[in-house]
C-alpha cells in the first residue's frame, strides 16, 4: 500500500487519506499574495498609461510579456517536478516576485516596466505547477474541491487588486507598491513551511485503477480532448484578459467613470471570477467535470452577448454573472485533463496554468492592436462571440470523470 506510481512521488491520488486543510490553507493564500501581485500590474494600467504616455499596444505588450513569461516555463517546471518534485521552489518563486514588485515600484522607464513584469510572471511560472501539485497531495481525494481552494486564493487575490491600486497605488503613487513586499515576505515564510510539509510526505498508493478512465483511451483520443481543453482555455482567457486588460479603459470611455470608479467596476468582475472558481470545483466533484465545462463555457454566451449594450447598472449585473459562470469552468478543466493523463499531474498542471497565462497575453497584445485599430467598444462585441466555442465539448470523452469516487 505504500508504493509509488510513476511519475507521481509524493502525490497523494487516492482517497484514503483525509483532507489536509491547513496546507489547502496555506498554499491558497500564497496564491492570493501571487496574485495580488499579478493583478496589480494590470490595476495600475490607468496610472502607467498617463504617467508614461503609454498607448493601447505598449499596454497589451505588457501584459503579454507578463504571461508568456509565466506561460512559457510552467510546462518545463512541470515536466522536472513530475520526476524530481523541488518543493524549494514554492518559496524561490515568491522571491521571484518580491523583486519584480520592488522593480515595478522605481522602474524609470518603460522597458524596466517590461522587466518587473516578467519577474513576476517568472515568479508565477515557477509557483504554480508545484503549487498546485501540493494541493492535489493535500485533497485527500476531493479533487475538484482541492483545486477550487487553491484556484478561489488566485481569484481573491486578482479580486483585490483593483481595490489595492484604488485605495493604496492611486492616492499615494507607483512608489507605494514597496507596501507590498511585506504581504509577499509573509509568502516566503508560508510556503518554507508548506514545503517542509511537503517534503516530509511518505509516498502515496496508486489510484485504483476504476476510477482512472484516461487511461483506457487511445493516445490519439487523449490528445485530441486535451487540443479541445486547450481551445476552451483560450477561449476563457481570451475573454476574461479582455475584460482584466481593457475594462477599465471600456468603462472610463463608455460611461464617463473616473479611473477609481473604474477599477471598482474591475473588481466586481474579479471578485464574482473568485466565486466563480470556489463554486466550480466542488460542484464537478458531485455531478461531474464534463457538465461544468458544458454550462460554464457555453452557457455564459448571452450574457456576454448582451454586455456591449448594457446601460452602466446593467453592465454591473452582467459583469458579476459573466465572472461567476465563466470562471467555473478552470478547476474543472484542469481536474478533467489531469484524469485524462493519470500520473502527470505537473506536466499537466504546468501546462494547463502555463497556457491560461499566455493565451491571455497572447490575446491581450492582440486586442490591445484591435482597439487602437477600431476602438475599444468594438473589442467587446468582437470577443462577445468566444464562448461559442463552448460547442467543442461535445467533441471531449464521457466518462472520464464522474464526480466524486468514495
Known sequence: MTTTAPGVSGVFTGAARSTVWPVLGGVALCHCINDIMQSLVSAIYPLLHDEFALDYWQIGLLTFAFTVTASVLQPFVGVITDRHPMPLGLPLGMVSTLCGIVVLAVAPSYPVLVLGAMLIGLGSSIFHPEASRVARAASGGRFGTAQSVFQVGGNLGHAAGPLLAAFIVAPFGRGSLLWFTTITLLGIVVLWRVANWYSRRPPAPPRPARTTTGATLSRGRVLGALTVLGILVFTKNAYTSSLSSFYTFYVIE???????????????????????????????????????????????????????????????????????????????????????????????????????????????????????????????????????????????????????HG
Open 254 to 404: 463608455r460611461f464617463g467613470l473616473t479611473a477609481q470608479q473604474s477599477q471598482l467596476m474591475l473588481f466586481v468582475f474579479l471578485g464574482a471570477m473568485a466565486l466563480g472558481v470556489m463554486l466550480g470545483g466542488p460542484i464537478g466533484d458531485r455531478i461531474g467535470a464534463l457538465a461544468v465545462i458544458w454550462v460554464s463555457i457555453l452557457g455564459v454566451l448571452p450574457f456576454t452577448l448582451l454586455l456591449p449594450y448594457a446601460n452602466l447598472w446593467q453592465s454591473v449585473v452582467l459583469t458579476f454573472i459573466i465572472g461567476v459562470v465563466i470562471a467555473s469552468a478552470f478547476p474543472a478543466i484542469v481536474v478533467f485533463a489531469q484524469e485524462l493523463v493519470p500520473g502527470r499531474v505537473g506536466l499537466i498542471n504546468g501546462i494547463f496554468f502555463g497556457l491560461a497565462f499566455g493565451m491571455g497575453g497572447i490575446a491581450a497584445a492582440g486586442l490591445g492592436a484591435l482597439a487602437d485599430a477600431k476602438g475599444i467598444e468594438y473589442v467587446y462585441q468582437v470577443c462577445a462571440w468566444l464562448p461559442a466555442f463552448g460547442l467543442l465539448t461535445v467533441l471531449l470523452p464521457r466518462g472520464v470523470l464522474h464526480g466524486r
